[in-house]
């Protein structure tokens, strides 16, 4: 913008700054909401081509939303635009409320055919509009597109809210806004406490606002605040000579609870360590939001650390906390002592109470198709039929328990605690600890045989099971976790490097769905389980950065059961296309099979892929035939450890003997019974490759 100098005139900006002050939001709605209030806005400023520069952030505490922006425009030029307004044929109220809504006067507009019709128009000339007119007029329309998991609606009021809404401070330049928001008018004023709402004051800038509330002790900014719970947690952790393992997720719930957060140092009776380490981990991470500590060799210690949202100076806050968790940890150690001595055996059959899936049985049902399926899978494993069948059928039993009840996190955990307090062997107990593992794309993998058969025997009962009822996953929902479980699946064979027979595991529980009367398509289920497989075995592949037209490559010229066949070869080759090895492969295969290809036209060729040496005219054709046996040679001999590497670069070894015969021979010679077994080289040459990797479906080497 210049002056009337000439010269570049300075372009006036401010802050802009909102609060919301509330009853106290749960952390679960904050963080959406500090992301969609800040969204809106921005989107609104660009409409608007209202410039911001610097900071641009939402903040929250259990009562306060706040967004800021600095340096905004005061004022904007708006362009002038033509506006349509309604057709000349549509009603006079149409028109009457174009004309309102536009604040424009009748005689200003005209009429204009366009390829839907004729229609009223106007030109809305430029103008400069003032950003604060801009904000007064639209923030009621920006709060009111902010989404809510859950919202409240109070008294007699319209608006709907996280929690009721009390106040709106809004500041622009210095000034407070002027608008009105449902039954709320907004000022410069905000609430200072929570708990006494005649303590008012008046902030005109950001600054002020921060410095004030930092005095007091609230940390306005959620992530300093977060930052600042971690940093005393290490701190305090190292004085009381504990360490801490931070759970983030419980630390952002927590951060988002207070708002002048204290640590706290609170211990429990030692007794208590006697129980399981993971009932006394979740009934102080998820039910208390408290923090465990640990010694030096990982051992769970009676020491805990709660965040406050006061000062304890009295020692009352420590003294509450260490009252609840005893009480709730008195509970769990009488569960633990009952459930540990009620008989696993002996309870097997009560599972036949419990309904695994409408149409799908009992978890009775569940767990005899798992023995049986199971059993299959060990022999295939060379492991004891009998240890794995006594896995499978006490794996679902912990969910008759108290503590299961209690902790539902603590499916399996429990059983296999159960199973060593009665005298199970150590591999049974761990494979119904690990048989829900893995729980996602970075979760743990159960490793050991026992493990690994009772897990995935498991996962395709419950993907046969679903699939055979047509609650296969959509594109946007995925209720019953079936993705987790196929990926849970493929990548326990890849990480354990076991292939087995998926295909022939998918009919067999099929069968044994339909031994128990629970009649299943098996034709279909495995046509789409498969489909359903092979979907998620290409997304693994692709979150391994591995390119799509290679992995559509690999996963079409291979079926489900070489899963791990699939997977490596995707892999090295993924590493080896951009180097020379790579683009030999592809520039061999593409040189022979485009020539195939142009020759294929002509419909009367037949090309079988069947040379005849005998018509051989040089020795470039018999170099070229030869190399190609030799490679054939190569891959009858290559066994389940195969060197991937090294086989690319066995197909990459007859670049030389390509490169020759295309160099020194015609393959269009006049001669057609030569002509035509030239082409049968070639093909014998693409059909060598082909059986190895489909390289029709590559795209290039770069």
């Given at each position: ?135 007064n007029k639209n923030i009621p329309f920006i709060l009111d597109k902010i989404s809510w998991k859950k919202s409240m609606k109070w008294g007699e009021f319209d608006l709907h809210w996280g929690r009721p809404l009390k106040s709106i401070l809004a ?294 099971g679903f699939f055979g009822l047509n609650l296969k996953p959509t594109s946007s929902k995925d209720p019953y976790a079936l993705r987790r479980s196929a990926i849970g699946l493929i990548r326990m064979i890849l990480e354990n490097n076991k292939e087995?027979r998926i295909k022939d595991l998918i009919n067999y529980s099929c069968l044994l769905y339909n031994d128990q009367n629970l009649k299943l398509d098996a034709k279909k289920i495995q046509k789409e389980l498969i489909e359903f497989l092979n979907d ?167």
């Amino acid at each position: 913008m210049l002056d009337r100098s000439g010269l570049k005139a300075k372009v006036k900006m401010s802050e802009f700054f909102l609060e919301l002050f509330s009853e106290e939001l749960p952390a679960a709605l904050q963080s959406q909401a500090r992301e969609n209030i800040l969204t809106n806005f921005k989107n609104f400023f660009e409409k608007e081509n209202i410039d911001f520069k610097g900071i641009s952030a939402s903040y929250s505490t259990p009562n306060r939303l706040v967004v800021y922006f600095q340096n905004l425009n005061l004022e904007i030029l708006k362009k002038s635009e033509e506006i349509r307004g309604p057709s000349v044929t549509a009603p006079e109220k149409a028109l009457e409320g174009f004309i309102k809504s536009n604040e424009v006067d009748k005689k200003n507009l005209y009429k204009k055919q366009t390829d839907k019709g004729e229609f009223y128009f106007y030109n809305k000339k430029s103008k400069k509009v003032k950003t604060k007119d801009l904000l007064n007029k639209n923030i009621p329309f920006i709060l009111d597109k902010i989404s809510w998991k859950k919202s409240m609606k109070w008294g007699e009021f319209d608006l709907h809210w996280g929690r009721p809404l009390k106040s709106i401070l809004a500041i622009f330049n210095g000034e407070n806004l002027n608008f009105k928001y449902h039954h709320l008018k907004s000022s410069n004023i905000t609430y200072l406490d929570k708990e006494f709402e005649e303590k008012t004051k008046s902030f005109n800038n950001f600054k002020s606002y921060n410095s004030y509330f930092k005095a007091k002790g609230i940390i306005i900014d959620n992530v300093l605040r977060k930052n600042f719970i971690e940093k005393e947690l290490n701190k305090i952790s190292k004085k009381k000579s504990v360490e801490i393992k931070i759970n983030y997720k419980l630390l952002s719930e927590v951060s988002d609870i207070v708002e002048k957060p204290t640590i706290i140092a609170c211990t429990f009776d030692k007794k208590f360590l006697d129980i399981p380490k993971e009932i006394l981990i979740i009934t102080m991470q998820q039910h208390q939001k408290y923090f465990p500590t640990f010694d030096k060799k990982e051992n769970l210690t009676n020491n805990f650390f709660i965040v406050a949202d006061i000062k304890d100076t009295k020692g009352l806050v420590k003294i509450g906390n260490e009252r609840v968790v005893e009480a709730r940890l008195s509970d769990a150690k009488f569960f633990w002592k009952r459930n540990k001595s009620q008989s696993l055996v002996k309870q097997v059959s009560k599972l036949k109470n419990i309904n695994y899936f409408k149409n799908l049985g009992s978890y009775f049902d569940k767990v005899q198709r798992i023995r049986k399926l199971s059993g299959i899978i060990s022999d295939e494993l060379l492991i004891s039929k009998e240890k794995i069948e006594i896995a499978s059928s006490i794996c679902k039993v912990d969910l008759l328990s108290d503590l299961v009840g209690e902790f539902p996190e603590l499916q399996g955990v429990m059983g296999s605690y159960f199973a060593a307090a009665q005298g199970f062997d150590k591999e049974i107990c761990l494979a119904v600890k690990e048989h829900y593992l893995p729980t996602g794309l970075e979760s743990k993998v159960p490793k050991k045989p026992y493990s690994f058969a009772l897990s995935l025997s498991d996962k395709i009962d419950s993907l046969v099971g679903f699939f055979g009822l047509n609650l296969k996953p959509t594109s946007s929902k995925d209720p019953y976790a079936l993705r987790r479980s196929a990926i849970g699946l493929i990548r326990m064979i890849l990480e354990n490097n076991k292939e087995l027979r998926i295909k022939d595991l998918i009919n067999y529980s099929c069968l044994l769905y339909n031994d128990q009367n629970l009649k299943l398509d098996a034709k279909k289920i495995q046509k789409e389980l498969i489909e359903f497989l092979n979907d998620r075995l290409k997304n693994f592949m692709k979150e391994k950065k591995i390119r799509m037209d290679i992995i559509d490559s690999a996963t079409s010229s291979n079926n489900i059961d070489n899963i791990i066949k699939i997977y490596r070869k995707s892999l090295v080759f993924n590493n080896l296309i951009s180097k020379e090895i790579g683009s030999d492969v592809i520039y061999i295969y593409k040189r022979a099979s485009s020539i195939i290809v142009n020759e294929l036209k002509n419909k009367e060729l037949e090309i079988s892929g069947s040379t005849d040496p005998a018509l051989f005219k040089n020795d470039f054709e018999k170099n070229l035939y030869k190399k190609i046996n030799e490679i054939r040679k190569y891959f009858t001999v290559i066994h389940e450890q195969e060197d991937y590497e090294n086989s690319f670069e066995t197909l990459a070894s007859v670049k030389k003997e390509v490169t020759e015969f295309f160099d020194n021979v015609i393959v269009n010679d006049e001669d057609q019974s030569i002509k035509k077994n030239r082409l049968e080289l070639l093909q014998m040459l693409c059909k060598t490759f082909d059986s190895y990797f489909n390289f029709s479906s590559i795209e290039s080497a770069t």
